[in-house]
Structures are given as structure tokens and as C-alpha cells.
């Protein structure tokens, strides 16, 4: 196996956060419906809404690496939900599908031979594929954990989880 393709293998696996971190699915894990637009202390944001921003973020990255002429959302506000949008169980679903679908889409660039890792994308400012899927893989992965604090500090985990 050549080192471009035990690259592009560690990438794949790197963006699905299953070794050193926690997984999307484990910590959305048997989440209550009544947690979803609940406000932990002190945080001005529910699950559902880090959820959408793991989201956006992930889905701004992606269009940003395909399309040449997109356009970020502004930061923040194109970046989270508005503090009083709320989501029902259809709403929490389609987030964490969408989160999904995207990665898969994240990972297929980062498998395919044909595509450059290591050059500037041409329409950025020196981004490289690369560094765009390492920033997805962070990025996910700092939420994600946040996301499992949120449910601790909540008390949202079922009680028959093990730690």
C-alpha cells in the first residue's frame, strides 16, 4: 500500500471519530425527546442546536471544498440556529442524517485517488482538501464531546450506560 493511500485510509477513519473519540451515534445515543431544546446551565444553546451547528459547520466545509462559487453563511449566525428555534423529533432526526450523508461525502474525497489532497484548493486562500478534512474531523470531534459534557451535566444519559 503506497503512503497516498494509507493517508487517505487514516483520513476515513480519522472523520469518523471512533478511536480516541466518541462516535456521533453513541453520544446521541438513546437521547431523550424532552432534552432535545433544553438549555443546560449556563450554556445558550440546546442539544439540538450544537447538533445543527456540528451540521452547518460540516456542511459549509464540504460545499466550500466541491463548489467554487459558494458563499459562507456569516459568522456566527449562519453557523448556529437562532437561540429560539426549536426542533421537534423530525427536526433531530434529519440533523444527525444530514451529519451523516455529508461525512460519507467527506470521506469519499478524502478516498478518492484522483483528487489532490495537498494542493491549495484554487478558488481559497491556501486551504488545502486536507486541511479542510482535518479541520471537519476536530471540529466534529470537539462537539461531540461537548455534546456528551451537555448530557452529563443534564443528566440525560440513560441509566444503564457504562462509562
Do not use: C
Request: glycine share 4%; aromatic share 10%; net charge negative.
Amino acid at each position: 500500500m503506497s503512503q497516498d493511500e494509507v493517508s487517505r485510509q487514516q483520513l476515513q477513519r480519522l472523520l469518523t471519530w471512533g478511536d480516541a473519540h466518541m462516535t456521533l451515534d453513541q453520544a446521541v445515543a438513546k437521547f431523550p425527546v424532552e432534552y432535545m431544546n433544553a438549555f443546560p446551565p449556563n450554556v445558550p444553546y440546546t442539544p439540538w442546536h450544537l447538533l445543527e451547528h456540528i451540521r452547518r459547520a460540516q456542511r459549509d466545509i464540504l460545499e466550500f471544498i466541491r463548489d467554487p462559487s459558494y458563499v459562507s453563511p456569516p459568522w456566527p449566525e449562519g453557523y448556529w440556529p437562532a437561540r429560539e428555534e426549536r426542533a421537534d423529533e423530525a427536526a433531530w432526526k434529519r440533523t444527525i442524517d444530514l451529519i451523516h450523508e455529508d461525512l460519507r461525502a467527506l470521506q469519499e474525497l478524502a478516498a478518492d485517488p484522483k483528487g489532490d489532497l495537498y494542493s491549495p484548493i484554487p478558488h481559497g486562500d491556501g486551504q488545502t482538501v486536507l486541511r479542510e478534512l482535518l479541520l471537519v474531523a476536530g471540529h466534529n470531534a470537539y462537539h461531540i464531546g461537548e455534546f456528551a459534557i451537555l448530557r452529563q451535566v443534564m443528566g440525560s444519559w440513560p441509566r444503564d450506560r457504562r462509562e
